[in-house]
């Protein structure tokens, strides 16, 4: 009789897989309610499920509390279903007791478009995780996958690490930015903002949604371009409907630009030193700024990132010595390859020069980057700037580091060996 038993139990598992495999409501909702649980059947049902992942485009979509995140959700959800496409929708309810009525609003709105063939919409409520939260939703993500929802949209709220994390699950991650937010926005930049791969100014009917139009395409411009992919800014009214259909288009344009299934790739093996190296090498061969410096790669490693540059006729100032820009050139190009020695993004956000030394015609500049401390979001570095034994210049600086990390393609291109090639080879 016991011997009956595990084949009961093979033929149950099964039957649920096919069932998830096949969409069934049912039973994708019994599943997320194991994952949520951390039931032991969650890990071995996940497992099972591996080979039916990264055909959903998944879409984070994240903002302050109000942004109207929820309401172009259920716009977006809308023009899915127009297009004839199952789509499904995790929201991940913020645990403060201030928000409950946004939450409640969240489940109305939500549920007016729940009901509708082929859409699935369930809330996540952050209580009771207990910092688990990123790996359920990402489980439940997987579900809804493997359930063949295309695409599957996350809503979260932007504001601490654990947000960041989720929207680390996404493919493209929208950011929504109500209008009018100002001088906030040179606060969120340095934050939220790095991870946007579009950003939406929500509430379009307002007076102010073009002014933060034009605010963001501004900040944009001063930043480095990512890749291939240049952010957009899509200006959305979702209570009327308006650019709902634009914002679809932009996002599946994303996905193609820069892939599906993006948080499968994420469980990759830490990064060793050489690896480090020889990301490092890739990163300074891909930087037309090093090319036109004419800045030689000397050493790199995990943390770190040593250049060269000889002071040229073009360097020089209207007093004959090295000009403090180039030298500023030098000391922020090692400074940006050490930050993004490890593979997470690290942009830039606050650097500090002080001038020693002048340097002239024919010196050779070495500027040495090293990290000296580092945290989950926040790193900083220390660059001298030398020429011989003499210091030049001091440079510190902090980056933000973002939750994604250098496409795959980018950190996979093999180094020669262990020697790191110079940005011109
Ligand atoms: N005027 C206007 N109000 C909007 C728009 N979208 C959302 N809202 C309002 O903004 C408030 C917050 O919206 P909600 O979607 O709950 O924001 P969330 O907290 O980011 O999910 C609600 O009162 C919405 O009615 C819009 O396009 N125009
Ligand atoms: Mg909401």
Redo the contacts with the bound molecule.
């Keep these: 009789m016991k011997r009956d038993l595990p084949r009961g139990d093979d033929a149950a598992a099964a039957a649920r897989l096919a069932a998830i495999r096949a969409g069934d409501r049912g039973a994708v909702a019994r599943a997320i309610t194991a994952v949520e649980n951390g039931h032991a059947d969650a890990a071995a049902l996940l497992a099972a499920l591996e080979g039916d992942l990264g055909r959903a485009h998944v879409v984070g979509i994240t ?12 716009a977006l959800v809308g023009e899915c279903t127009r297009r004839g496409r199952r789509v499904a929708v995790v929201a991940v309810d913020p645990s403060s007791p201030l ?1 409950g009525g ?1 939450v409640l ?2 489940r109305i ?1 939500m549920s007016e478009v729940a009901a509708a063939e082929g859409v699935f919409v369930r809330s996540v409520a952050s209580r009771g995780h207990a910092g688990g939260l990123a790996s359920a939703t990402r489980g439940i993500v997987d579900l809804m996958d493997a359930a063949g929802f295309d695409p599957v949209i996350v ?1 979260t ?1 932007g504001a601490g690490q654990s947000e960041v994390a989720i929207a680390a699950l996404a493919d493209t991650s929208v950011v ?1 930015t ?1 209008p009018g937010l100002g001088d906030d926005v040179q606060a969120i930049k340095a934050g939220i903002l790095e991870i946007a791969d579009v950003l939406v100014v ?5 007076p102010l949604a073009s002014a933060t139009v034009r605010d963001l395409k501004d900040m944009l411009r001063l930043r480095a371009r990512r890749g291939a992919w240049t952010v957009p800014v899509v200006l ?5 409907g ?1 650019g709902v259909a634009e914002l679809l288009d932009v996002a599946a344009r994303h996905a193609e630009a820069c892939g599906r299934g993006r948080r499968l790739a994420g469980a990759v093996q830490p990064p060793g030193p050489h690896d480090a190296a020889a990301r490092v090498a890739t990163l300074a061969r891909q930087d037309a700024f090093l090319r036109h410096c004419a800045l030689e790669l000397l050493d790199a490693g995990p943390g770190r990132a040593t250049l060269a540059m000889t002071v040229g006729a073009e360097h020089l100032n209207f007093n004959g010595t090295c000009h403090g820009g180039a030298i500023f050139a030098l000391a922020d190009s090692a400074f940006g390859l050490a930050s993004n020695s490890h593979g997470p993004v690290a942009a830039g956000i606050e650097a500090h020069v002080s001038y020693h030394a002048a340097a002239r015609p024919g010196d050779r500049l070495v500027a040495r980057a090293e990290e000296v401390s580092r945290n989950a979001r926040l790193a900083t570095y220390r660059i001298d700037v030398t020429r011989g034994d003499v210091r030049v210049a001091s440079f510190g600086g902090t980056v933000y580091i973002a939750a994604r990390r250098h496409a795959p393609r980018e950190a996979a291109t093999p180094a020669a060996g262990a020697r790191v090639p110079g940005p011109s080879s």
């Design positions: 903002g302050p509390p109000g942004a109207g995140k929820s309401t172009l959700i259920a928000s946004a609003g969240d709105r809503e709220v929504v109500p929500s509430k379009g009917d307002s959305t009214a979702a209570t009327r308006e």
